[in-house]
């Protein structure tokens, strides 16, 4: 009972930080079952059948909260769900020790780049506004669901960071249309696993409370993402993408650092990055006039209105 009480809140915890900054649910919940004994088959499949019930939540909580691209979610999603079950179906055996810490080198280029981009300079507006091309999508789709069915997650780590990076959408658009999008990519992989793995390494008590926790909190971090303003958002998001790859980094065959390097790394990662958000803070209340989610929707409806009176 106590263990499917700590599932219930991971799944909380780990919805509403996804929620509210595009990432996390499945990577931390299949942290948790595989640190139980779960294999990683099994772990994936437990969580990607929890997320189609919490990323239809989700979705549907962004989209009363307005905060999906409808056109984004159809260019990303379709290709992300053809990505997942071939992951889930005929690769879910591939090793990805030596894939993962090259993705990692790149995601945490690009969180680095957001971080400094969105902390420094607030929300990128050269772009805004701008439609999100299906030759950048597309693939981006692909890959991203490829690492989620076989990481058991990464489709908001690989498919936030690099739309984010573009400066094409607020960042509230980008979170809402990357959960939303889930959804398909979630079906997919499940459908994969039970026809790689059947149904009986599952254990679906474990689906339905991760399920029930993810539910609760999809509501709450759709909210949260509608009314926190793009710069302390944007900072919040790299900060979270760089730490979750440098640990990626550390533990991987490439360094295998001891836990005393890695507990001194997590703290400095962790003290710059309270750093940037008290700084992003600063900033917002110094320029609120530019800096609100308001100001930002404005900005967004200018290249339309000058195609509507062109």
Not at 51 to 80: C, M, Q, Y
Not at 231 to 246: E, H, M, P, Y
């Amino acid at each position: 009972m106590r263990a499917l009480i700590l599932l219930g809140l991971v799944g909380f915890v780990a919805q509403l930080v996804d929620g509210s900054l595009g990432m996390a649910y499945g990577v931390t919940s299949t942290t948790l079952l595989l640190a139980v004994g779960t294999n990683a088959a099994a772990a994936s499949a437990t969580v990607h059948l929890a997320e189609i019930g919490t990323t239809l939540a989700s979705g549907i909580s962004h989209w009363r909260f307005g905060n999906i691209d409808w056109k984004v979610v159809a260019r990303i999603g379709v290709p992300g769900a053809i990505g997942a079950f071939a992951g889930a179906t005929f690769l879910s055996n591939l090793s990805t020790e030596v894939a993962a810490p090259v993705m990692s080198i790149i995601l945490l280029s690009l969180g680095v780049y957001i971080l400094v981009r969105f902390t420094a300079f607030g929300l990128p507006r050269g772009n805004l506004g701008k439609p999100l091309r299906r030759r950048f999508l597309g693939p981006l789709g692909l890959v991203a669901g490829f690492v989620d069915a076989t990481g058991g997650g990464g489709w908001g780590p690989v498919g936030t960071p690099a739309i984010l990076a573009s400066g094409r959408l607020a960042p509230r658009k980008v979170i809402g249309s990357i959960d939303a999008s889930e959804f398909i990519v979630a079906i997919a992989a499940s459908i994969g696993f039970f026809v790689g793995i059947g149904s009986e390494n599952i254990n679906f008590s474990w689906v339905a409370v991760l399920l029930v926790g993810g539910v609760i909190a999809a509501p709450i971090a759709a909210w949260l993402v509608r009314h926190i303003p793009p710069r302390i958002l944007g900072s919040a998001v790299g900060g979270l993408i760089i730490l979750t790859n440098v640990r990626t980094l550390l533990r991987s065959d490439w360094i295998d650092a001891p836990g005393d390097v890695q507990t001194v790394a997590y703290l400095a990662i962790a003290v710059l990055w309270a750093a940037a958000l008290a700084y992003s803070i600063r900033e917002y209340r110094r320029d609120k006039a530019n800096e609100t989610v308001e100001a930002v929707e404005a900005d967004l409806r200018k290249p339309e209105e000058e195609t509507t009176s062109a």
